[in-house]
């Protein structure tokens, strides 16, 4: 007789495997009385606009779409024309992990990756590919792309980032920011007032990382960039007609800190897990993510055992935590993994 298969555990593989906070839902169950009008023209959109606004202390155009990979797409078809190109970390994942979408949606823009360690774009490269020549012959750079926390779970101070993007700026470049996220970043001391300040354009704030359900922020400080933007996410497929139901969990979030304290929780667990890791962890452990050496049997030997954790760009094994982790998850997954070892 065969060994029973054991059912994968999906709750270290990423923080968008866990379901809803209840702040979340609980907006969102709200939202359901009665009826409203379409495309975000409702009042829970227009209440959720203006949390986020509050949220980053900054007057901007906010929007609610689906996704994060639409949402970074559309945000650099804004600053990229189909002949140009985004500068961004070599990981990053408009870099690797959006099957060409910001192309996509530009008709052509292309990505120039950039080194740094731990995923955090290194100046000097930066400097370099920004006073390089402009020729015909290569997509010259009109954007660079940020992302805090990192692919690696490593934040960005506002003086890195500021540096950063002060050489873009200085350089006529545009600046997107991919929040994915952020709530784990600001849980870590990133200011979230900071950014508009920063200079960035457009920023993605995440919202299904953060304990929501599938729904992402597009906040355009850039006034200019906001022109016809409900026509451009039209085009893209990400006008919701029931908009209302991808704006209300931010107010449930937002109002309440959830956004914030979640996430810190989230991080609180990480640095628990790391406190009980015993692979050699190769970026600091700065967000809600771990990322550990581990040989190709080990890996094979946690999935048998049903624990779907999964390999990354730089050869690391990643173990993510999220607003629904709990110690006693973690203390178990510390034993399994001395088992392991």
């Known amino acids: 007789m065969g060994s029973l298969a054991l059912t994968p555990r999906f709750d270290f593989a990423s923080d968008n495997t866990a379901g809803m906070a209840p702040e979340a839902l609980e907006a969102l169950i709200a939202a359901n009385q009665g009826t409203a009008s ?19 202390d900054a007057d901007a155009e906010v929007r ?38 910001p192309a996509f949606f530009s008709g052509g823009a292309g990505i120039i990756p950039l080194p740094g360690r731990s995923a955090k774009i290194d100046p000097q490269a930066l400097a370099d590919h920004l006073n390089g020549p402009d020729s ?23 003086d890195e980032a500021r540096t950063l993007i002060d050489l873009a700026k ?76 991808y704006a209300a969990p931010w107010i449930g979030m937002l109002e309440s800190g959830a956004f914030v304290s979640r996430a ?14 015993p692979f050699k962890i190769v970026h600091p452990v700065q967000a809600n993510g771990l990322f550990v050496e581990m040989n190709d049997e080990q890996h094979r030997t946690l999935i048998a055992q049903g624990l779907q954790v999964y390999r990354v760009a730089d050869g690391s094994v990643r173990f993510m935590c999220s607003w629904a982790t709990t110690p006693e998850a973690v203390d178990g997954l510390g034993e399994v993994l001395r088992a392991v070892v």
């Open 64 to 101: 609610f779409v689906a996704s994060g990979t639409a949402a970074n797409a559309v945000a650099l078809a804004m600053l990229c024309r189909p002949f140009e190109a985004v500068l961004a970390h070599e990981h990053a994942h408009v870099t690797v992990d959006e099957t060409g979408a």
């Open 264 to 277: 810190a929780h989230a991080n609180q667990m990480a640095q628990r897990l790391a406190a009980l890791m």
């Open 136 to 158: 015909p012959h290569h997509q010259a750079p009109a954007a660079l792309s940020l992302t805090n926390s990192t692919e690696y779970g490593t934040v960005y101070s506002t």
């Open 38 to 56: 379409g495309y975000g023209s409702d009042d829970l959109s227009r209440q959720a606009a203006d949390a986020v606004r509050a949220f980053l």
């Open 170 to 245: 200085a350089k006529g470049v545009g600046v997107h920011l991919d929040g994915a996220r952020l709530a784990n970043a600001a849980a870590s001391g990133f200011d979230p007032k900071a950014i508009a300040g920063l200079g960035v354009d457009v920023l993605v704030l995440g919202g299904t990382k953060a304990g929501m359900s599938p729904t992402e922020a597009l906040v355009v400080f850039n006034k200019r960039l906001g022109r016809r933007l409900d026509g451009r996410l039209k085009q893209a497929g990400q006008l919701p007609s029931k908009g209302r139901f």
